[in-house]
């Protein structure tokens, strides 16, 4: 699987191009399915508008408004009450998946217990593009200064697709508290490797290679 670990969307021309490497062909000939399941678990996102904005293309982090071939939602919280013959095969078919942001303990939790998480490994020529949390999700951890949704577990542990956590949306308006200082004392408690990056940022992961695309601010936390 490649993975476009995005703060906030496809929000620049570099972050698209580098979409298009990962996809390796033009987006209008990529089938997509998008995952709105985090933000039911965030008490500033939560169901209704936001979700809907999401999936219909209509927030202000473009994801689903891109231009594919087609987009389908699928959503999580559903898939434990239906025969895997029923949704399986549409996520192995699917060129690329788009995860929302939200509550990324929430997603992680989700992911687990719909299957998706055991599913992932397989998915050998799929792009993962994850948005916030849907992208704090494929860490080890999320650190404790993203939990808000109590999980089961007790902990902050997330899928550990990647070595690194993720610290999203450094600098924005409407999270002062989310500064690059706060961002180092929260990589200070992870015990490894992190990445704070700004809504103008994305982390590409091909394989064991990591690359930063950016037309913003971000840092490295060497853990």
């Not at 473009?62 to 895997?84: F, N, Q, R, Y």
């Not at 992911?111 to 397989?122: D, I, N, Y």
């Not at 200070?188 to 290679?209: E, F, H, K, S």
Request: hydrophobic share 45%.
């Amino acid at each position: 699987m490649r993975l476009l670990l995005t703060s906030a969307g496809i929000k620049n021309p570099s972050i698209y191009e580098a979409l298009l490497g990962l996809l390796d062909r033009p987006v209008s000939e990529c089938h997509a399915l998008c995952i709105p399941t985090a933000m039911y678990g965030h008490p500033q996102a939560g169901p209704g508008a936001g979700a809907w904005r999401f999936i219909a293309g209509r927030s202000d982090e473009p994801m689903t408004e891109l231009g594919w071939k087609s987009v389908g939602v699928l959503e999580l919280t559903a898939l434990p009450s239906i025969d895997e013959q029923y949704w399986v095969p549409l996520v192995k078919k699917a060129d690329v998946l788009l995860v929302s942001g939200g509550d990324a303990l929430y997603l992680n939790h989700w992911m687990r217990e719909s299957g998706l998480a055991e599913l992932l490994p397989s998915l050998t020529e799929t792009v993962y593009v994850g948005m916030s949390a849907g992208s704090m999700v494929m860490a080890p951890r999320v650190g404790e200064y993203f939990v808000e949704w109590p999980p089961p577990s007790g902990d902050d542990a997330a899928l550990g697709v990647v070595d690194f956590s993720i610290f999203p949306h450094v600098g924005h308006p409407m999270l002062p508290e989310n500064t690059m200082a706060a961002a180092e004392r929260w990589a200070a408690g992870l015990g490894g490797p992190a990445y704070a990056i700004d809504d103008d940022t994305a982390i590409a992961v091909t394989d064991d290679a990591v690359e930063v695309v950016s037309k913003g601010q971000w840092r490295y936390f060497g853990g």
